[in-house]
């Protein structure tokens, strides 16, 4: 199977990782990539957003299986283009992408499909955003309508910079506070069959302790050692099932990877989020647990085959994932600093790689930080525990100037499971 993959970032490293070892897959290719990426994969110039260049250069390449990462090419339409030419391509349409484009659209599948999410007001007027932000009262959630690039929400107790955000944008989302830990579950589904991966946690914040501004995302985790064994079940019964089911009926399937950003809240699950897309930094770790082969998942998602595969395989162990973002990310990064060290991490074979995200090659072969994510050390283990201990020796093997990067990714789920399995031994 020839397999092209869209992108260029961490999540489609680790996607591209994951396809060079599944042994169906003969030749692999990324459209643009990265420098981490240029090891597994041929790597091909393309603007992503392009349609009909995306479909030009699979099929020049005579592609399988097209594979679209970030969402902005989904909601552009750009798998519509792929499949238009009659390539299989594992991305939803533009149409079945606006649960991800627009939060307004995927809190009106939610209201139809029953699916349990916070209150929510959607305002175009000063005076509906004042009516909004005094019925919810501190603290204040409002959400930009369209897509953002994970900047689009803003989470205060400030009455004037909630509304000051809801001013800036067009059309714009108020919505309820939920409290409690935040888990991102993905599914693969064919708009009919769901199939759900392993959850993970994100940490969205930029510093420790879950300070500082919102983030594309500063590292994850799975599993979720203090999760329900149940939550997964729940969440396929109760949201992945009934809104493939909704968006199937409204005529526009949604066929690629649902995202469900869920809040597990004291009065049950809620939606915060979906996205129409694997997630980054999620998709780093919840692959490096996968032990089906991933193109032909994704392979019988594309072409409707996913209620005759078989059951996913995965590893009892853990993975935590450590982004290292450049200098003044997420304000303004700066970019152009050497990296050094990604020599010395892939030396050591530690159960820990380097998944890049925003790099580059310069013409002497030196890699640059490239974006304000620049890279994500992922790690295995035998728990979450020694797969933390990896990913931060790792780290400390690079250098990349003005870096920085959460010291306290997993930490405290790391602790309570360490903290659970001696309570539990004690007790025999
Ligand atoms: P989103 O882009 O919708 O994922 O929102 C980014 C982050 O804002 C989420 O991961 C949450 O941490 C936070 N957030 C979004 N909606 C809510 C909400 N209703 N209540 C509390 N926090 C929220
Ligand atoms: N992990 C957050 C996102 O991918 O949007």
């Not at 005076?127 to 994970?150: R, S, T």
């Not at 399937?253 to 694997?278: D, H, K, M, Q």
């Not at 082969?293 to 392979?299: A, F, I, K, V």
């Not at 994500?376 to 870096?403: C, N, Q, V």
């Amino acid at each position: 199977m020839k397999v092209l993959v869209i992108g260029g970032g961490a999540r489609e490293h680790a996607l591209c990782r994951s396809l060079s070892l599944d042994p169906e897959v003969t030749s692999l290719h990324c459209a643009p990539g990265n420098a981490g990426i240029a090891e597994v994969a041929e790597l091909h110039p393309v603007d992503i957003l392009d349609g009909a260049s995306v479909a030009g250069l699979a099929e020049s390449l005579g592609s399988d299986l097209v594979i679209v990462g970030p969402e902005a090419p989904l909601v552009a339409g750009v798998a519509d283009a792929v499949r238009a030419r009659g390539i299989d391509c594992f991305g939803p349409s533009g149409a079945a992408a606006a649960l991800e484009g627009s939060k307004a659209f995927a809190k009106e599948v939610m209201a139809a499909a029953g699916v349990p999410t916070g209150r929510s007001y959607v305002c175009t007027t000063p005076e509906e955003i004042d009516e909004a932000l005094d019925a919810f009262g501190a603290p204040y959630v409002v959400k930009d309508d369209g897509l953002a690039a994970g900047k689009g929400v803003v989470v205060t107790d400030d009455l004037a910079v909630a509304r000051a955000h809801a001013l800036g944008c067009e059309q714009v989302v108020i919505e309820e506070y939920l409290d409690g830990p935040e888990v991102s579950l993905f599914a693969v589904t064919d708009g009919e069959t769901v199939v759900p991966l392993q959850p993970a946690q994100d940490f969205k914040r930029a510093f420790d302790d879950d300070q500082g501004p919102n983030t594309g995302g500063m590292g994850a985790y799975s599993p979720l050692p203090w999760a329900d064994p149940d939550l997964v079940a729940e969440v396929e019964r109760t949201v992945l099932q009934p809104t493939v089911d909704e968006m199937r009926r409204r005529g526009t399937p949604f066929a690629g990877l649902l995202y469900a950003g869920l809040a597990i809240t004291s009065r049950g699950v809620r939606v915060i989020e979906f996205n129409a897309r694997f997630g980054d930094p999620e998709t780093q770790v919840v692959l490096a647990r996968l032990k089906t082969p991933l193109g032909g998942l994704l392979r019988a998602a594309a072409t409707g085959q996913l209620a005759i595969f078989p059951a996913l395989r995965w590893s009892e162990g853990a993975a935590v994932t450590v982004v290292v973002a450049s200098h003044n990310y997420p304000d303004t990064p700066r970019t152009g600093d050497p990296i050094s060290g990604l020599d010395d991490v892939a030396a050591k074979d530690d159960h820990a790689y380097v998944l890049h995200a925003g790099t580059r090659q310069d013409s002497t072969g030196r890699v640059l930080s490239a974006g304000g994510r620049v890279l994500s050390i992922t790690a295995t283990g035998p728990d979450l525990t020694k797969a933390r201990t990896r990913a931060y020796r790792a780290i400390a093997r690079i250098t990349l100037p003005g870096a920085h990067h959460r010291t306290d990714i997993a930490a405290a789920a790391a602790q309570a499971a360490a903290g659970e399995a001696a309570g539990a031994a004690g007790a025999v």
